[in-house]
């Protein structure tokens, strides 16, 4: 059980990225005080968590009521993963984000970003929505199930806690070790998104 908690922590970690959200969160947030962007990152969270759960309880009976075999939708959320990753290794990603900040800052009356843009698309966003739905599908019995949903649960306070000291972290790495980290991640989600496509054909030619 724990090698299973380990590498679905593991793969949690790398497309839900705590350490590419944090200085976007910062930059979202250089306004409001410390405790407020506390309060903002508890709330964000917490919505991407029902979002994540949501999806990773009931999505394998949304694909039967669609008529889509799971092996056809690892195949899809495979390719949808390495184009992230793709993005990541070579700083789009966080271009997108970071033009996403300005968006929001620029808005007038900018929303709760609470909701748009950290819990939906940066924490819930389609790559962790496919990779929870992908994970929990795995699932032999509902202990197995249990541990899957405990590593969710353990990455989202570590994303919560990384939400919570974005603007301190920042001040002390730098952009520059975020882009490393950013990029190393990237690889590895790459490595992954084939290991699900390759899984997707092997099943659906077996």
């Not at 993963?81 to 996403?100: G, N, S, W």
């Amino acid at each position: 059980m724990f090698n299973l908690f380990l590498s679905t922590f593991v793969t949690l970690f790398v497309i839900i990225d705590p350490p590419g959200c944090a200085p976007i969160f910062a930059g979202l947030t250089r306004e409001a005080t410390q405790r407020q962007a506390g309060r903002i990152a508890l709330r964000a969270t917490l919505i991407a968590g029902l979002i994540l759960l949501l999806f990773a309880t009931v999505g394998g009976r949304l694909l039967a009521a669609l008529h889509i075999e799971m092996n056809s939708f690892r195949i899809a959320g495979g390719l949808m993963l390495f184009l992230i990753a793709l993005d990541m290794v070579f700083e789009k990603r966080t271009q997108r984000r970071e033009e996403r900040v300005e968006k929001v800052l620029h808005e007038p009356e900018p929303e709760d970003i609470s909701v748009f843009p950290m819990a939906m698309p940066m924490i819930a966003g389609p790559g962790s929505i496919a990779t929870v739905m992908l994970l929990t599908s795995r699932a032999q019995n509902p202990p197995e199930l249990g541990v899957m949903l405990a590593a969710l649960v353990a990455v989202l306070l570590l994303n919560l806690a990384a939400l919570a000291a974005a603007r301190p972290i920042m001040r002390l790495l730098g952009s520059r070790v975020e882009a490393v980290i950013t990029r190393v991640l990237g690889v590895l989600l790459g490595a992954l998104a084939v290991q699900y496509v390759v899984d997707g054909v092997r099943g659906a030619l077996g």
